[in-house]
């Protein structure tokens, strides 16, 4: 550490510079204008580079910390990130140009209260569910930034999540999906039927179903493997039978299984069509209100659950990482617990067995 006079360039003028050096860490130098005030961030400079609190002098900007974030953090994630990169490039627009030492945990909280209020693209207002994916992300961003060393605090901190409500679990009705597999198969799409039993039979969401490739199908051992999914790790799923027959039927050695024309319009080539579109003139047809692609997923695991899985099994089939998900089929699987009950009670010694034992002790 050391604190020197500096003349400016145009003589007149006098200031101190303060210069501190740590092993580990970039030099760090400051001017002021009084020798107590150098003399004392110095020290406590120092300090703070001792105990692992790097700061850098020249602030960074949000969007060079976005950036970094990117590079450094997404970068090596399956999907590059997926839907994260989207929300990043929204705090930086909000917020990109100010410095990281600017964004305080009032201005972030300011900020979740007008995004709050606020309506998406489709009109509505932003569930708190949504606004708490925006504000989880920009808090890794800022613990990120801890750890590279920005800033030493991070600036949500101390703002808690937003209570969310519960998560929706529209199901199927067994009229309803009998009405719906056979309104898919007399669409125009062929292959609409197929998607939407593979999606029933397996749980997939729409996006690990159309990334499927043929490569993906194990027809030995009947089995399907998700690679793009949600949590980015591969899963297993087994195949029923009238789906390994469906597939069987068409069998190709590469490829997609389900080619799409990645818009949302219909396409002329049946070939190649919009998953979102045929499935919801369908549901239009048959009177299915409020109903959506992924609703099918939600139907899969009821139905999974009312025919006696347990909340393992679901969460295995469906790629949960925590039964917090699952929970929600919880009420689906009673029957479960009364047999787990009452094989419980089976190993528990019955109530003559205890008499005749106290008996026996009484005689003897």
């Known amino acids: 550490m050391s604190v020197y006079l500096q003349k400016l360039q145009s003589g007149k003028n006098r200031k101190w510079r303060a210069f501190v050096r740590v092993k580990g860490f970039p030099a760090q130098t400051k001017v002021f204008r009084l020798k107590s005030e150098a003399k004392e961030w110095a020290e406590q400079e120092e300090a703070n580079l001792k105990a692992g609190k790097y700061v850098p002098s020249s602030s960074r900007t949000v969007d060079e910390l976005i950036q970094k974030y990117r590079d450094d953090v997404l970068a ?3 999907n590059n990130g997926g ?6 490039n929204w705090w930086s627009d909000k917020i990109g140009n100010l410095k990281v030492q600017e964004v305080t945990p009032q201005l972030l909280d300011a900020m979740r209260n007008r995004l709050r209020r606020s309506k998406n693209k489709a009109g509505r207002i932003h569930s708190p569910a949504n606004v708490n994916r925006y504000f989880s992300l920009i808090s890794a961003v800022f613990r990120s930034a801890v750890l590279w060393g920005w800033i030493r605090e991070n600036p949500m901190r101390d703002i808690t999540k937003i209570p969310e409500t519960p998560g929706r679990t529209r199901f199927l ?15 125009r799409q062929p292959l609409l039927y197929e998607i939407v039993l593979l999606t029933l039979s397996t749980g997939g969401r729409r996006g690990e179903i159309m990334s499927l490739m043929w490569e993906d199908v194990d027809f030995e051992n009947r089995f399907i493997t998700f690679r793009q999914t949600k949590n980015g790790e591969d899963r297993n799923v087994p195949l029923s039978s009238e789906m390994f027959a469906l597939l069987e039927a068409r069998r190709k050695p590469k490829g997609k299984l389900y080619p ?3 818009s949302r319009y219909p396409s002329r080539d049946k070939q190649y069509f919009c998953v979102r579109h045929a499935f919801s003139t369908v549901c239009k047809k048959v009177g299915l209100e409020n109903f959506r692609f992924h609703d099918l997923r939600h139907t899969a695991a009821s139905y999974l659950a009312m025919s006696g899985a347990s909340l393992l099994d679901i ?3 469906l790629g949960h990482k925590s039964l917090s998900m699952t929970r929600r089929y919880a009420h689906l699987t009673q029957s479960h617990l009364h047999e787990a009950v009452e094989r419980l ?11 005749n034992r106290e008996e026996i002790s009484l005689e003897s």
């Open 76 to 78: 090596f994630r399956k």
């Open 83 to 88: 839907n994260q990169r989207f929300l990043l």
């Open 173 to 187: 009705s067994r009229e309803e999906c009998r009405d719906l597999l056979d309104a898919c198969k007399k669409s």
């Open 260 to 262: 799409s024309n990645g």
């Open 315 to 317: 969460a295995e089939i």
């Open 345 to 355: 009670s089976q190993a528990i010694p019955r109530m003559d067995e205890v008499s």
